[in-house]
């Protein structure tokens, strides 16, 4: 059985730092991309990092750079945002994402964390 356990959401103030986790289990975890996603209300669900399997590249949204950083564990089958610097516009429920590129495209999604940035 697949499961992405988001954890780590919450309510902080602007300028405040928060550690998402994302615990993962049911499939082959190092070889798969991970990335986390931001859905914002009344918004789309938008790409904020990503990092490919073994941990060499990263991606990041332009509003996050500088202030985001993902990493992966492959031993602990867990991927991280550390967020800095937050913002009130970083609000929204941030998702775990897991994605695998071969002949068939395989992806799973976690129940979401709330992140919250507000004074």
């Known amino acids: 059985q697949v499961q992405l356990v988001e954890s780590g959401g919450g309510l902080v103030q602007p300028g405040g730092s928060l550690r998402l986790s994302c615990a993962a289990s049911?499939?082959?975890?190092?070889?798969?991309?991970m990335s986390w996603y931001r859905q914002a209300p009344g918004k789309e669900r938008e790409l904020v990092a990503r990092?490919?399997?073994?941990?060499?590249?990263?991606d990041y949204t332009d509003s996050v750079k500088g202030r985001f950083t993902i990493s992966r564990d492959n031993a602990k089958n867990t991927v991280y945002l550390q967020m800095n610097n937050l913002k009130p516009e970083d609000t929204g429920v941030y998702y775990c994402?897991?994605?695998?590129?071969?002949?068939?495209?395989?992806?799973?999604w976690g129940q979401g964390t709330q992140v919250t940035v507000s004074s």
């Open positions: 990092i490919r399997s073994l941990g060499s590249s990263t």
């Open positions: 049911g499939f082959i975890f190092s070889t798969y991309l």
């Open positions: 994402n897991a994605e695998y590129r071969g002949i068939l495209t395989t992806v799973y």
